[in-house]
């Protein structure tokens, strides 16, 4: 190695050759110690020769502190700024240059993304890092990397939805065209969606997405949005807010929010269903409940594939108001748009308005119509159902009480204690049930038909919610302090007999077994529902009072102590409710052997028959005999 230096050193001030330095840096074992760690300075030959540099450069073109073989002092570290100054002021201007001067984790910098700078190839080279097909591998070495862009403040999920969208799988699958990371934001100034500059600014992603899609970006500038969103209205819509950003899907998929079925709620609807488009530029802002409510809505929503959308009879990309002539929805056009599903109609056909907004007070005759057979008909349907309810009730009402009359001898079933208990319970019950549930379902009708507004509905469902915990607090002293309350709960207690009767029950009622077992004072279907309900109502009290006081259980406990409580309370609610509608609502009214109602909540009394025919195995001294 000696003579080697000291023969190269004769060429004075020659200029080193590339094999003068890979003498050295050849040596895959040549190290240097920095800070205590082993650093290479090792140059793989063969990769630096066929690297874009290798092929151009020297070594001391770069390096051009280094005169000579041997070091007197440490080369300097080379600067790719003295050959690239312009992608290193665009990089610098970059959201990853900026992330570097934070000090936390560094961002991308130029090895990063191009390679070592000792074997960096051309862009062009199937090999390259930044080779068109390997720059959404390149960028997923950092943004699909969890752990790197959590620790910043970001998320995988844009290059994971990259992957899954139309341009990632096309890619994946050797498309050339098919837009890649930097056709978006760039390659070296990449700038958050919040600067003005960037590609991926709300006002520039038109022109970005032209690149690929010009006949597209063409026919939107032309439209009602494009025009809108050159003005600099922030609120029109560009292309992402219809397509997404990085999760871009074909219109032909399903899931895609520019689907068909997707259009009218989640597409459109997100604009215009809102109040915000009628403040701001007087658009009516119930343009798609009305497009629901008609029969192309409807089929829609049912999932028809031919009627028609929004895109139908508006178009996609070059939309434009009514006013214009060259809207597909002016009148002039009409003819041909609506013609293409309704062949054959006529000037008489497409006056009628799609959206009928507006009601009794607009110039539209066909909607003022419309809106008055509404309006007749809502009264007729109140005013005849009312009438028939009323009609119906009477007679119920007089027959019901008639064959009451009939029922004797009866016994008391409920005194007046349990029939007040009773009472109070079914009243909360139902109260907490509707305005609980209108709150799950505010635009259910009978929620409409409420009219409460969420602050009322609150107060009422909390007073209710109080009632019934009330109700539930008494009931127990009245088991413990009352000798009818003991006598109840020794009653109700289960035993292992209600078992076998219930599995007698079910063979007597199958054909399976010839007499009907018999119960006591209650049956087991009767203690179950008992015992269904005393648990039910210990833990709608306990997570509804978790829920009101939402606040001191998360910082107790922990946040999700309060999402338990509310699927808890959400669940248990279905599950009372239907176990009322199925079981409890079969016992008292559509037994045959009750029907129409058991009438024992009302005056306490039962018939004697049907209770010794039920409760055969109850003592003779139970009741009282009228």
């Given at each position: 190695?000696?003579?080697?230096?000291?023969?190269?050193?004769?060429?004075?001030?020659?200029?080193?050759?590339?094999?003068?330095?890979?003498?050295?840096?050849?040596?895959?074992?040549?190290?240097?110690?920095?800070?205590?760690?082993?650093?290479?300075?090792?140059?793989?030959?063969?990769?630096?020769?066929?690297?874009?540099?290798?092929?151009?450069?020297?070594?001391?073109?770069?390096?051009?502190?280094?005169?000579?073989?041997?070091?007197?002092?440490?080369?300097?570290?080379?600067?790719?700024?003295?050959?690239?100054?312009?992608?290193?002021?665009?990089?610098?201007?970059?959201?990853?240059?900026?992330?570097?001067?934070?000090?936390?984790?560094?961002?991308?910098?130029?090895?990063?993304?191009?390679?070592?700078?000792?074997?960096?190839?051309?862009?062009?080279?199937?090999?390259?890092?930044?080779?068109?097909?390997?720059?959404?591998?390149?960028?997923?070495?950092?943004?699909?990397?969890?752990?790197?862009?959590?620790?910043?403040?970001?998320?995988?999920?844009?290059?994971?939805?990259?992957?899954?969208?139309?341009?990632?799988?096309?890619?994946?699958?050797?498309?050339?065209?098919?837009?890649?990371?930097?056709?978006?934001?760039?390659?070296?100034?990449?700038?958050?969606?919040?600067?003005?500059?960037?590609?991926?600014?709300?006002?520039?992603?038109?022109?970005?997405?032209?690149?690929?899609?010009?006949?597209?970006?063409?026919?939107?500038?032309?439209?009602?949005?494009?025009?809108?969103?050159?003005?600099?209205?922030?609120?029109?819509?560009?292309?992402?807010?219809?397509?997404?950003?990085?999760?871009?899907?074909?219109?032909?998929?399903?899931?895609?929010?520019?689907?068909?079925?997707?259009?009218?709620?989640?597409?459109?609807?997100?604009?215009?269903?809102?109040?915000?488009?009628?403040?701001?530029f007087g658009l009516p802002g119930n343009s798609v409940q009305s497009y629901l409510d008609t029969y192309h809505g409807l089929a829609k929503e049912g999932g028809s594939v031919m009627a028609a959308n929004c895109a139908s009879c508006h178009g996609v990309h070059n939309i434009l108001p009514s006013s214009d002539p060259h809207s597909t929805v002016n009148a002039a056009h009409l003819e041909a748009t609506c013609g293409k599903c309704h062949q054959g109609v006529t000037q008489k056909f497409i006056q009628t308005k799609v959206h009928q907004n507006g009601g009794l007070r607009t110039r539209d005759i066909g909607t003022r119509v419309v809106s008055w057979v509404r309006v007749i008909y809502l009264v007729l349907i109140v005013g005849v159902i009312g009438a028939m309810l009323l009609h119906n009730g009477l007679i119920w009402r007089y027959k019901a009480r008639a064959r009451r009359r009939t029922m004797n001898p009866t016994m008391t079933r409920m005194s007046v204690q349990q029939r007040w208990q009773h009472l109070v319970l079914v009243a909360s019950f139902l109260v907490l049930v509707v305005t609980g549930f209108a709150l799950k379902y505010p635009d259910a009708w009978w929620v409409t038909l409420l009219g409460l507004g969420e602050q009322v509905r609150a107060l009422v469902h909390r007073i209710a919610g109080v009632v019934l915990m009330g109700a539930g607090l008494y009931h127990l002293l009245y088991l413990v302090m009352l000798a009818e309350g003991r006598k109840l709960m020794r009653d109700?207690?289960?035993?292992?007999?209600?078992?076998?009767?219930?599995?007698?029950?079910?063979?007597?009622?199958?054909?399976?077994?010839?007499?009907?077992?018999?119960?006591?004072?209650?049956?087991?279907?009767?203690?179950?529902?008992y015992w269904a309900l005393v648990w039910g109502t210990a833990l709608m009290g306990v997570t509804g009072v978790m829920l009101w006081a939402k606040v001191w259980v998360g910082n107790s406990f922990a946040r999700w102590w309060v999402d338990v409580a509310t699927a808890v309370h959400f669940y248990e609610a279905i599950l009372a409710t239907l176990a009322i509608l199925v079981w409890h609502m079969y016992q008292v009214i559509f037994d045959p052997d009750v029907y129409p109602m058991n009438w024992a909540w009302f005056d306490g009394k039962m018939p004697v028959e049907h209770y010794k025919k039920e409760h055969g195995r109850e003592e003779e001294d139970e009741g009282t005999r009228d």
């Amino acid at each position: 190695m000696l003579l080697l230096l000291t023969a190269v050193a004769a060429r004075g001030e020659q200029k080193l050759k590339n094999e003068d330095c890979l003498a050295c840096h050849a040596d895959a074992s040549l190290t240097k110690d920095v800070n205590g760690r082993p650093v290479s300075l090792s140059v793989d030959a063969t990769k630096f020769g066929h690297s874009v540099h290798g092929a151009i450069f020297q070594c001391v073109d770069c390096h051009t502190d280094v005169k000579s073989l041997a070091h007197e002092t440490p080369p300097k570290k080379v600067s790719c700024t003295n050959c690239h100054q312009e992608a290193h002021d665009a990089y610098l201007a970059s959201t990853h240059a900026r992330a570097s001067k934070t000090g936390r984790n560094p961002a991308a910098n130029c090895e990063d993304c191009h390679g070592g700078v000792h074997e960096i190839l051309p862009g062009t080279d199937a090999n390259a890092p930044v080779n068109r097909a390997k720059i959404p591998t390149t960028c997923g070495r950092c943004h699909g990397e969890k752990f790197l862009m959590e620790s910043n403040g970001m998320s995988t999920q844009p290059f994971v939805s990259y992957q899954a969208s139309v341009h990632g799988r096309a890619v994946e699958h050797g498309s050339q065209k098919a837009a890649v990371c930097t056709d978006c934001h760039g390659a070296h100034q990449i700038l958050p969606a919040s600067d003005a500059r960037s590609p991926i600014s709300k006002q520039h992603v038109p022109a970005t997405c032209g690149k690929c899609h010009a006949d597209v970006n063409s026919a939107f500038m032309g439209s009602i949005h494009g025009q809108a969103l050159t003005r600099g209205n922030s609120l029109a819509p560009s292309c992402t807010d219809c397509h997404g950003i990085h999760s871009i899907q074909s219109h032909k998929d399903a899931n895609a929010p520019t689907a068909e079925g997707n259009l009218a709620r989640e597409t459109c609807g997100r604009c215009h269903e809102g109040a915000r488009l009628s403040r701001e530029f007087g658009l009516p802002g119930n343009s798609v409940q009305s497009y629901l409510d008609t029969y192309h809505g409807l089929a829609k929503e049912g999932g028809s594939v031919m009627a028609a959308n929004c895109a139908s009879c508006h178009g996609v990309h070059n939309i434009l108001p009514s006013s214009d002539p060259h809207s597909t929805v002016n009148a002039a056009h009409l003819e041909a748009t609506c013609g293409k599903c309704h062949q054959g109609v006529t000037q008489k056909f497409i006056q009628t308005k799609v959206h009928q907004n507006g009601g009794l007070r607009t110039r539209d005759i066909g909607t003022r119509v419309v809106s008055w057979v509404r309006v007749i008909y809502l009264v007729l349907i109140v005013g005849v159902i009312g009438a028939m309810l009323l009609h119906n009730g009477l007679i119920w009402r007089y027959k019901a009480r008639a064959r009451r009359r009939t029922m004797n001898p009866t016994m008391t079933r409920m005194s007046v204690q349990q029939r007040w208990q009773h009472l109070v319970l079914v009243a909360s019950f139902l109260v907490l049930v509707v305005t609980g549930f209108a709150l799950k379902y505010p635009d259910a009708w009978w929620v409409t038909l409420l009219g409460l507004g969420e602050q009322v509905r609150a107060l009422v469902h909390r007073i209710a919610g109080v009632v019934l915990m009330g109700a539930g607090l008494y009931h127990l002293l009245y088991l413990v302090m009352l000798a009818e309350g003991r006598k109840l709960m020794r009653d109700l207690a289960p035993r292992p007999r209600d078992g076998f009767d219930a599995v007698g029950t079910m063979l007597y009622y199958l054909g399976l077994r010839t007499t009907k077992p018999e119960y006591g004072r209650f049956s087991y279907a009767e203690k179950a529902e008992y015992w269904a309900l005393v648990w039910g109502t210990a833990l709608m009290g306990v997570t509804g009072v978790m829920l009101w006081a939402k606040v001191w259980v998360g910082n107790s406990f922990a946040r999700w102590w309060v999402d338990v409580a509310t699927a808890v309370h959400f669940y248990e609610a279905i599950l009372a409710t239907l176990a009322i509608l199925v079981w409890h609502m079969y016992q008292v009214i559509f037994d045959p052997d009750v029907y129409p109602m058991n009438w024992a909540w009302f005056d306490g009394k039962m018939p004697v028959e049907h209770y010794k025919k039920e409760h055969g195995r109850e003592e003779e001294d139970e009741g009282t005999r009228d």
